[in-house]
């Protein structure tokens, strides 16, 4: 059975992602960190391939992820590790070079997994510099702010759908 | 996707105070005088707001000369909303596959329990 995506937003700078998975820790951690395991799920939209993923992650580290979509569509992010401490947490900065969100803008990305014996609980803590650059990240839909700042929104949908 | 008129939605939906007024409206029709009060802005500064909202597509105005009542127009928004639902289904497929990936990694640790 699929466990449940749940999205917050507890402050106006902050947007949470948070979701549990049936394997322990460490395997999660692979998963999330290895690149050759990376490429098989970030996958990005349907039609897209992650075909760059360069992984240095230790504190001053470096990544840059890159798809091609089609008609030679493509996106790409880079960014710097601030924190890493396998397997519970890595913190790093994360700038969308183009393609999945405004060029140039900057998200303080922090995973956390939390060791449920054989479940891992993941949560993904985006920070922006303000609320409108929060907000305007999700609107123009990149990878990790998909879906994501709008629980306010949903609200104000459901309201004037109602 | 109709990306032109997606982009105007989102654009307008950007504005904190634009939301605040398309929350209002979604409990029913108000006038600018009436949305003055609430939101401690000038009467210029609602109906600059109003403009946009209504550019977008995501209000309409009343014919009456005077009052004009803004009403919300939930076409757009579910448009919008539609959007962000292919995006949530996008993290989804995401955590899908890596549930998959896991399941593999957990059989290929421990073959005699799987």
């Known amino acids: 059975m699929r466990n449940a995506l749940k999205v917050t ?7 949470v992602v948070t979701r549990r998975f049936n394997a322990p ?14 490429k098989r799920w970030v996958t990005g939209p349907p039609g897209w391939e992650m075909t760059v993923c360069e992984e240095d992650a230790r504190v001053g580290g470096t990544f840059r992820w890159a798809w091609t979509g089609p008609d030679g569509a493509a996106m790409s992010m880079s960014g710097v590790y601030h924190e890493v401490t396998p397997p519970e947490r890595c913190v790093r900065i994360e700038r969308f070079d183009f393609g999945c969100g405004p060029a140039g803008a900057e998200q303080l990305a922090t995973l956390d997994l939390a060791d449920m014996g ?6 993904i803590t985006l920070l922006y510099s303000s609320k409108e650059a929060r907000d305007g990240a999700a609107a123009s839909g990149m990878e990790h702010g998909m879906a994501a700042g709008y629980d306010r929104l949903d609200e104000i949908l459901q309201a004037a759908m109602v | 996707m109709m990306t032109a008129s997606l982009d105007a939605t989102f654009a307008a939906l950007a504005d904190p105070t634009r939301r605040a007024i398309l929350a209002r409206l979604a409990q029913g029709e108000a006038t600018v005088t009436e949305l003055v009060s609430p939101f401690q802005l000038s009467q210029p500064a ?9 550019k977008a597509g995501l209000i309409t105005r009343g014919k009456d ?17 539609e959007w962000l639902e292919d995006y949530r289904k ?20 421990n073959p005699e329990k799987s």
């Open chain 1, 25 to 38: 820790r460490e395997l999660v951690w692979d998963a999330m960190s290895r690149p050759e395991l990376l």
């Open chain 2, 65 to 81: 000369a005077q009052k004009r009542p803004c009403r919300i127009a939930a076409e757009p928004l579910a448009e919008a909303n």
């Open chain 2, 46 to 54: 609602i109906s600059k707001h109003l403009k946009v909202l209504e």
């Open chain 1, 9 to 15: 937003t507890p402050t106006d700078r902050e947007i």
């Open chain 2, 90 to 109: 996008i993290w989804e497929a995401h955590f899908d596959r890596l549930d998959s990936l896991l399941d593999e990694l957990k059989a290929r640790k």
């Open chain 1, 118 to 123: 054989e479940t891992t609980e993941l949560t």
